[in-house]
């Protein structure tokens, strides 16, 4: 068949664009390269939806990320990931720090972001009790928060797929033709998409992807961000996204309430070569400590349990590249959308939906368009009373596999019937995994259960697909050399 | 329906700890409950097919599994009941005093289950590479030993084929012999301390029979690899610091952790139970009591132990104490704050009843052939005992009768190098 649009990445962006577009009579594809949704730059996120006040209007970044801001309540009741107003405040401590808030104040009135506030020393503490009491003031916005990433990304790409979308993942695309106003898309596994008009969402490859289909030539730098998460027990979490007076290339290193109850300190931002270095290190790690603990002296290296990076797609003038291609037909360009790319996201999906109405895609809404998500249940937000009647029409609700975070065996069943057959796909959509024990005690058994539904036998499975093999064998695979193993007596 | 029902002693956790308390409840009559989240009794050592325990407590050398085993009958027929299957997933105390405990199974639903006397037994955790924040990035094929060793014990899985582990903790070290049996190949094993973490004997048995390097004051820099392990690199120490021109790499598809234990007390705070820091357990007096009335502790929830035969006798001791406590004997008033001075890491318990003997345990912060352990009160010693063989991975005892503990006030412990070293 021949698909209207083909969007390129299932990260933020690509998963809001084709969204967006299920909502009329289209047929859409969502094309991703790895083997779940928001495996890129999406995962790796701070989690932060911005306010509106750390860019001038001049940038599309900002026009968007003040538009996409006013857009997550409406999103939240119809597709349920968890997402909260926390407010966002600015701490400086000096004269000269004072100054930048100022500016920053000016641009928040100046952007129209609702509810912006100066603050002295007294109200900053009134607001976050457990703020380093040497602050001298600051600023505070209300209407920012936090959100979980990738299960905002989850539920979009959910939604669009039972609105028609048709996702495939493991397509890395490899080659691109077009004849007949009809784009070929071959992946490098050679399967094949056709499709009249293609998004390219591609992340920290839209530079390639770019290339692939003879558009514009740019190149996105990345940009490493390390962030590290304290478990929700750290006496250290704070009320509100609490955020130093920013640099020149970054808002600072930040201490985050994330949706779901932990706490986050980072990121980091520094400009690296390779587009798969995600790997932390500790000189980062001890400048983060410092960092946040000037903010929030209660931060303490005891409450870690992980640490994790996420790379930045950077253009080189610093704003979002969003338009029509000049070179190729029919290809629109979603590129260098780094920080506010996450608060932004529901205002691409439109702005893209609109460029491609303007290139001459006819958009006619659906009759019947499913607005709202099934709501989900979790464990761990459940009353006795209601855990009690799952069970009854289920007793998977009343089987806790993951300890730490209370996950039961059938939200686990759940996300492994809709698609996330890996250790991490998982762990990010049902949170199992990520608590204190890091896995240590369910892995094994979250691999049984995802092997019972699949039959893919145990040791096939994989951390995130690709070559991230959980297991090397059965026991009794591998040959034993007798000659080295002496001793050993009496066992 | 949610179910509810009532027992005078209900115990979370079937490992060593909770099934040799709940047999020493049951045996004396009391209506006594364990529950836990396996299918099966016995925790952890269920996944300790090696041998080496029951030395002391049986008298003769079993597996994990034996061991189990053996403290899951005498539970039984002392009439233990059970509920297998079932996490419980909050304590607290009702209105009228009493603790309820709630607690999920996929058998039964939701269940709230009140008790006299509650004892903790949950035992501990794994400190995962997460908690040490070691650098690098995160491929597959990272696993905390235990977790490794439950793939390999439990599933037959093989977790890799060339290993390295970090840290030297005892399991590192099962694991080293078990990886090695089932032909992986472990390269090193890396120990940032100059000393192992792990018990002598498993030192020998497990590495030095089989040719596996010990890098002592080596520490794990990083983790190379995108979807599997392909190295890691690994750097001596300089005063406690990586001296990273010398790093070197290791290739491998695996990385095991073994760098600590971490009692499980999530649910203990959150029911108000307050924690030692030097222990990661509860702080508790002579009887075994916590700071919150008719909640107890035992085992490794507790302090981590160095073998399970310990981990028994404890339990027992501490259910002889909770008896006591049912039959009407007060609670922990009366009771002396009890401290460590020096170069030692901690006591249980940590408070003491004047004329009552007692049993305390100790972890040593150094390594010495010849220490004396003294214990001092109003600035008298009371006893000193001299141990031949002092480590941080193994623990100490002292036992104080009461006719030596017999005046109020607060009591010390330190640890002495003795006089020839």
Known sequence: MIYDVAVIGAGVSGASTAWRLSRYQLHTVLLEWRSDVGFGVSKANSGIVHAGFHHPLSTLKARLEIRGNLMFEALQHELGFPFRRTGILVAAFSREEMVTVHKLYEQGIANGVPGMEMCGRERLLQLEKKLNPEVVGGCFAPGGGTIEPYRYVFSLVESATRNGVCLKCDFEVAEASRAEDVWRIRSSSGAEVRARYVVNAAGLFADRVSGIFGAEEFTIRPRKGEEYLLDRSSAARPERVVFPVPGAHSKGVLVIPTAEGTTMIGPTSDAVDDKFDTAASAEQMQRILSHVRNLIPGVSPRDLITSFAGLRPVMDNEDFYIALSEKAPAFVQVAGIQSPGLTASPAIGEYVKDLLKSAGLPLLEKVHFAVELAPRHEVRHESPAALDRLHSGNPAWTHIVCRCEKISEAEIVEAVRKGHTTLDGVKFYTRAGMGRCQGGFCAARIMRIISRETGIPMEELTKKGGNSRLAAGRLGDLPVNTAEVRGGEGA | ?421
């Open chain 2, 1 to 421: 329906m949610i179910q509810e029902e009532k027992y005078e002693v209900a115990v979370i956790g079937a490992g060593a700890a909770g099934l040799c308390a709940a047999t020493v409840c049951a045996s004396a009559g009391r209506n006594t409950l364990v529950v836990d989240r396996e299918e099966h009794p016995g925790g952890i050592l269920r996944q300790c097919i090696h041998s080496g325990f029951g030395l002391r407590y049986f008298k003769e050398e079993l597996t994990g599994p034996e061991y189990a085993e053996r403290v899951a009958e005498k539970a039984e027929r002392a009439g233990v009941r059970f509920r297998f299957g079932t996490t419980v997933v909050s304590i607290r105390r009702e209105e009228n005093g009493m603790l309820a405990i709630t607690a999920l199974s996929a058998a039964e639903g939701v269940r709230i289950i009140r008790a006299d006397a509650l004892i903790l037994a949950m035992g501990c955790r794994e400190r995962s590479r997460g908690n040490l924040a070691v650098p690098g990035s995160r491929p597959a094929g990272v696993f905390t030993a235990g977790a490794a060793q439950r793939l390999l014990n439990i599933e037959g899985i093989l977790p890799g084929k060339k290993a390295v582990i970090a840290g030297s903790g005892d399991i590192g070290l099962i694991m080293a012999r078990r990886l090695t049996w089932a032909g992986i190949r472990v390269e090193a094993v890396v120990e940032i301390m100059p000393y192992p973490a792990g018990l002598t004997r498993n030192i020998v048995q497990c590495l030095d029979d089989f040719h596996i390097p010990l890098l002592l004051e080596h520490s794990l820099v990083n983790i190379l690899g995108h979807g599997r392990v392909e190295a890691v690199e690994v750097a001596p120490l300089s005063r406690g610091v990586p001296v990273t021109e010398r790093k070197f790499r290791i290739d491998c598809d695996t990385v095991l952790f073994s760098v600590g234990l971490i009692p499980e007390n999530e649910l203990s705070a959150e029911a108000g139970v307050e924690l030692n820091p030097a222990t990661g357990g509860p702080l508790v007096d002579s009887s075994y009591e916590t700071g919150v009335p008719g909640i107890f502790a035992c085992g490794n929830v507790l302090h981590v132990h160095d073998l399970a035969d310990f981990v028994s006798e404890e339990a027992e001791h501490a259910a002889r104490m909770v008896l006591r406590r049912l039959d009407g004997s007060s609670g922990g008033s009366g009771q002396f704050p009890v401290r460590v001075e020096s170069n030692l890491k901690y006591v249980v318990p940590n408070r003491f009843l004047p004329g009552c003997g007692t049993r305390f345990a100790f972890r040593s912060l150094i390594v010495c052939d010849d220490g004396v352990l003294e214990a001092e009160q109003n600035g008298k010693i009371l006893l000193s005992k001299r141990f031949s063989c002092v480590r941080p991975a193994e623990m100490l005892t002292l036992e104080l009768p009461g006719s030596l503990l017999k005046e109020p006030g607060e009591l010390r412990f330190r640890l002495r190098k003795g006089e020839e070293i």
